[in-house]
């Protein structure tokens, strides 16, 4: 299996609702990274956290780490319609040099 | 707009065919990146070109060739492509930074990618 796996693949929510994905992995990581598609589109890099951190913030994106875990999650509060896209994971390994991407999360929001 | 220009956005080609895809990016990073991206796969690496090294995901077919004349350009050369090559490749680049560790963070910044149809 992949080393960064989303969970659940598809999530459908109301406008203003919160909306959590979560991502699992195998190896030891030097990084977590969250991206953001839309349709069609290229990734665009929503925020980063390293491996010795536990949470961080960025505007409505909340985002959490547990190595022991091997697992993170990523929170966006009052959810609105312009937020429906696909999220990716990404796994940076130990050396810092090559990221490894899971298959997304698909978020709906509906006004 | 990310910086990173790919053309063409979207190239319908035959088997027989040879076709470029190019990449350039504006941002002054020293790391560029193809990743093709399948209906219902994980982003899948195919080629990373930096100051430090070239590497190539061993899986990738020959059909496919890179080249990086520098470090703002980036090329995805295709010649006998086969129907499951259909999909979108997307360019990233990124700036690396020297050593390893904790010291690396470095976020890709993406194109908008080539949707490719192999007929």
């Known amino acids: 299996s992949q080393q960064g796996e989303e969970d659940p693949q598809a999530l459908s929510i109301q406008e203003g609702e919160n909306a959590t994905m979560n991502c699992s992995y195998k190896t030891s990581i030097n990084n977590l990274q969250w991206y953001r598609q839309n349709s069609g589109r290229g990734l665009v890099h929503l925020i980063l956290i390293r491996s010795n951190e536990r949470e961080k913030h960025s505007g409505r994106l909340r985002v959490t780490l547990d190595t022991s875990k091997k697992s993170s999650s990523l929170l966006i509060t009052a959810s609105r319609a312009a937020d429906t896209a696909s999220y990716f994971c990404?796994?940076?390994?130990?050396?810092?040099?090559?990221?490894?991407f899971g298959g997304g999360t698909r978020l709906m929001v509906k006004p | 707009e990310t910086g990173v220009t790919q053309t063409p956005r979207h190239l319908v080609m035959g088997m027989t065919n040879k076709k470029s895809l190019k990449c350039e990016q504006h941002l002054g990073h020293n790391a560029m990146y193809w990743y093709k991206q399948s209906a219902k796969k994980p982003l899948e690496l195919m080629f990373v070109?930096?100051?430090?090294?070239?590497?190539e995901n061993n899986s990738v077919p020959s059909r496919f060739s890179p080249e990086c004349p520098n470090s703002s350009h980036l090329f995805l050369h295709l010649h006998t492509l086969q129907p499951e090559d259909s999909a979108l490749y997307l360019c990233?680049?990124?700036?690396?930074?020297?050593?390893?560790?904790?010291?690396?963070?470095?976020?890709?910044?993406f194109g908008s990618g080539t949707q490719l149809s192999v007929l």
């Open positions: 070109y930096s100051l430090e090294e070239r590497v």
């Open positions: 990404a796994t940076a390994n130990n050396a810092g040099n090559m990221l490894t």
């Open positions: 990233a680049s990124s700036q690396r930074t020297h050593g390893y560790g904790q010291g690396r963070g470095e976020k890709l910044f």
